[in-house]
C-alpha cells in the first residue's frame, strides 16, 4: 500500500508560484508513475502533470511552460513547480501514484491541497 501526503498549496496573487509536494510511503518501489491531478469546483478533475519511473514526463496543454514536475528521491517525494499562476490554476490539486506488481495494480491519491489564484 502507498500513502501520499501533499503540502505547499495556499492562497497567491495571478502572478506567483507555488511548489507542490508529495510524499510517497509504504510500497514505494512499485510506484512506476507519480502525477498531479486538480479539481474546480463544479468541473471534473483533470490531469496536471505526470512522471514515470523512468522520468518519462507529460503536461496538459493548459500550464505547459508555466509548471514544472520534478522527483527527490532522497525524500521519496514528487515536486510540481508552479509559476505564473493565473485565477484559472485555482483547484484542489492531487497527487496520484500508479502502482504495479506482476499481478496487482492500483491508484493511491493524497488528500489535495487548496491552490487559490486571487485576481
Known amino acids: 500500500q502507498v500513502q501520499l501526503v501533499e503540502s505547499g498549496g495556499g492562497l497567491v496573487q495571478a502572478g506567483g508560484s507555488l511548489r507542490l509536494s508529495c510524499a510517497a510511503s509504504g510500497s514505494i518501489f512499485t510506484i512506476i508513475a507519480m502525477g498531479w491531478y486538480r479539481q474546480a469546483p463544479g468541473k471534473q478533475r483533470e490531469l496536471v502533470a505526470t512522471?514515470?519511473?523512468?522520468?518519462?514526463?507529460s503536461y496538459a496543454d493548459s500550464v505547459k511552460g508555466r509548471f514544472t514536475i520534478s522527483r527527490d528521491n532522497a525524500a521519496n517525494t514528487v515536486l510540481l513547480q508552479m509559476n505564473s499562476l493565473t485565477p484559472e490554476d485555482t483547484a484542489v490539486y492531487y497527487c496520484?501514484?500508479?502502482?504495479?506488481?506482476?499481478?496487482?495494480?492500483?491508484?493511491?491519491w493524497g488528500q489535495g491541497t487548496q491552490v487559490t489564484v486571487s485576481s
Open positions: 512522471i514515470s519511473s523512468g522520468g518519462s514526463i
Open positions: 496520484n501514484a500508479d502502482e504495479s506488481t506482476p499481478n496487482m495494480r492500483e491508484d493511491y
